[in-house]
C-alpha cells in the first residue's frame, strides 16, 4: 500500500469503528442509488413539473396525458403531478341526480340571478325537499362557474372639512 493511499484511507476512516464503517458504506449506497433514480427522472423534468395548486381533477389529466403524449410510466407520472394511483385509475360513478342538481341550479339562477348558491341550496332543502349534501351541491355550482363576483362596497363621497382656525394671539 503507498503512502498516499495510506493518508487518504486514514482521512477518510481515521478513527471510526467497524459498525461506523459499515454504516457509512450503507449511506453510500443509498446515495449512489438515489442518485440513479433522479438521473431516470431527469428526462421527465422538462414534460412533468410539481402540480401546485392545481385541482387534483387537472392534475389527473395531466397525468393521464404525460403516460400517453410522453410515454412515461403511471408511477412516474402520479409521483411527478403528486397524486396516488388509485386517484389515477379511479372512474366515477356518473349519477343521473347530478344532472337533476345542475337542472335545478341553471333554473334557480336563470330565475333571479342575485341568488347565491346558500339561497339555492336552501330553497332545494327546504322548499323543494331533496336531502342533497351541500358539498355535492356546491361541486355541482362550482362545475356550472356559477359564482356571482363580490361586488365591492360604495364608498360615502365626504365634504372636506373647514381648515382650523389660526389665532391671532396667545388666549
Not at 443509498?30 to 428526462?43: C, D, Q, S, W
Not at 408511477?75 to 349519477?95: D, H, N
Request: charged share 30%; net charge positive.
Amino acid at each position: 500500500m503507498s503512502s498516499a493511499r495510506f493518508y487518504k484511507w486514514r482521512s477518510k476512516y481515521g478513527g471510526m469503528n467497524a459498525s461506523m464503517m459499515a454504516r457509512m458504506k450503507e449511506l453510500e449506497a443509498e446515495n449512489k442509488r438515489l442518485k440513479k433514480m433522479y438521473a431516470a427522472m431527469i428526462p421527465c423534468n422538462g414534460s412533468i413539473s410539481r402540480a401546485v395548486g392545481i385541482r387534483p381533477s387537472q392534475r389527473k389529466e395531466m397525468a393521464r396525458w404525460a403516460v400517453t403524449n410522453r410515454k412515461v410510466s403511471i408511477r412516474l407520472a402520479c409521483a411527478a403531478f403528486a397524486i396516488s394511483q388509485s386517484c389515477y385509475r379511479y372512474r366515477p360513478k356518473l349519477c343521473d341526480e347530478n344532472a337533476q342538481i345542475a337542472d335545478w341550479l341553471l333554473l334557480l339562477t336563470r330565475r333571479n340571478r342575485s341568488r347565491g348558491f346558500g339561497l339555492c341550496f336552501l330553497y332545494l332543502r327546504n322548499v323543494k325537499g331533496f336531502g342533497w349534501n351541500h358539498k355535492r351541491v356546491y361541486r355541482i355550482w362550482r362545475e356550472l362557474e356559477l359564482n356571482m363576483r363580490i361586488r365591492p362596497k360604495k364608498r360615502l363621497v365626504r365634504e372636506k372639512p373647514d381648515a382650523l382656525a389660526v389665532p391671532k394671539a396667545a388666549n
